[in-house]
């Protein structure tokens, strides 16, 4: 019961309202639709490529035993690993392989700061938003002060605004965003190891170019 009188739905729909409205207005379409879905992260084990490796590192067995072509049968989930091998089967040179793994995990980054920028943001606007509920509730109050029955009202208004501002903004967005920035630095630092795997794959099938151009 206690808990309850912590309540207010008024103060809530200023604060929460608010700090949605805000967040919406300035932040554009992509970027919200990103920051939303990156939730999904918090959720899961950091990013580890291992898995990654290992596989690059079977694909590279495969093609000196059998050629660089036999990788286009691969079935490979990672995105940017299967671009890089696309490009390999299809005799890209090493350096435009590094180049495109590259700007691949440059998106990524990218995509993981505009997500946690996006609840830094709303972390920000938060306590604004439980002052603008809380000068609602002042106004409030001061407009009923001939019925002593209604200040009430306005005053929990107003200090319940302060208190949803402080607790959005320090327990929900602020760790969000902190630990959405914490799991692209991970992303990051994993994902740069499978550049050097990736750009040997790619010079195996180099030597063998200069012999196809001087056969044709």
């Given at each position: ?14 604060v929460?309202?608010?700090?949605v ?20 992260i ?5 990013f ?9 590192a ?22 940017d ?13 090493p ?6 793994v ?10 993981h ?43 929990a ?33 994993e ?19 200069p ?6």
């Amino acid at each position: 019961m206690q808990l309850m009188t912590l309540l207010d739905p008024v103060a809530l729909a200023i604060v929460g309202g608010g700090t949605v409205l805000v967040t919406i207005l300035r932040t554009p379409f992509r970027d919200l639709v990103g920051g939303v879905g990156a939730l999904r992260i918090l959720w899961r084990t950091p990013f580890d490529a291992e898995r990654l490796l290992r596989q690059v590192a079977a694909l590279t067995r495969i093609s000196r035993r059998h050629g660089v072509f036999q990788l286009d049968r691969a079935v490979i989930a990672d995105g940017d690993v299967a671009a890089a091998v696309a490009m390999i089967v299809d005799g890209a040179e090493p350096d435009e392989v590094e180049a495109l793994v590259r700007h691949r995990r440059r998106a990524r980054i990218d995509r993981h700061v505009a997500a946690a920028e996006l609840w830094a943001a709303a972390a920000e606007t938060a306590p604004a938003m439980g002052m603008v509920g809380t000068l609602i509730g002042l106004a409030r109050m001061f407009a009923d002060m001939e019925d002593t029955s209604k200040i009430g009202a306005g005053m929990a208004v107003a200090l319940m605004a302060t208190l949803y501002g402080a607790l959005l903004a320090n327990l929900v967005f602020a760790p969000i965003a902190a630990r959405l920035r914490a799991a692209g630095r991970i992303e990051a630092s994993e994902r740069a190891q499978l550049d050097a795997p990736l750009v040997a794959l790619a010079a195996l099938q180099a030597p063998r170019q200069p012999s196809l151009q001087s056969a044709a």
